[in-house]
């Protein structure tokens, strides 16, 4: 009894406590951030970007209101992301989803599109930033796709934030391409079937390359992942914030942040433990 209890005491002390040690300077010249050290940081964070609409229909305004509102909010996550050395950073944009909604609707978020890609690219690109779409390109209006596609090329061998955009994207349409991308090479005769490794999956998803997402956050409150990035999240750490989506700026990134570091990954293991160890009961 009191042996457990020490154990525990013990534990609890040499929990590794985050330590907000690494300050980053702020470029606009704003007080410091009191960031996390390195090794709490995550390599790759998703967002998916919601609450638009209900943030527009607070203030009485139309839908498109509220996307115009949620590009700011999504320059400045951006900008936190390359200012913090975060890898590799996931929007979820548009989904195959979103289609379902009205022609005026889908008209504004392509027609921001457009505006955001004409008007940050050339600082994007000053920031090193390495731009990644994800999802089919192919179904995107012609002025869309011939705009992202020059942001890809143009920014192709940045070493930077690698920043991907989700649009055109659903995770069961990613899942099928990639199983479709497969079957080609085997009915071409370069693999057999059971030689397919989760490596060889991967590589045929559009986040090819990139390390797995370590934290996915979702705004507005609604606790769920609406098909985005199913394979890349299976191991995520989920935060679910009910900040609308144009009120979310660096400040909850951070808070968001700090409590992904505060979190125990355990990948199925058990905490203290390392692989193949003998314990008190099984020794
Ligand atoms: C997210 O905001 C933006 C897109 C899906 C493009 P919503 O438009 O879904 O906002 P809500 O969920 O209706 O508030
Ligand atoms: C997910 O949000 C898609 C994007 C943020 C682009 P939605 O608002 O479309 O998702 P649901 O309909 O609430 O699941
Ligand atoms: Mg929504």
Redesign the pocket.
Known sequence: MFAEKLSSMLNRLLKPQPKYITVAARPDGAAPERMLPPDRMPAHVAII???????AQNRGLP?SA??AS?TEALRDIIRASDDWGIQALSLY???TE?WARSKDEVNA?MGLLLKYFNSEIDELDEKNVCIRILGDIDGLPEPQREAVERAMERTRDNTGLKLNIALNYGGHAELLRAAQRLARRVQAGEMQPEEITKEDFEAELYTAGLPPVDLLIRT?GEVRTSNFLPWQTAYAEMIFDPV??PDYDRAHYLKNLREYAARDRRYGGVKGETCGENTEENS
């Open positions: 970007m919601d609450g638009n609409g209900r943030w839908r509220g996307h949620g944009a548009f989904s979103n978020l507005s609308l989506w």
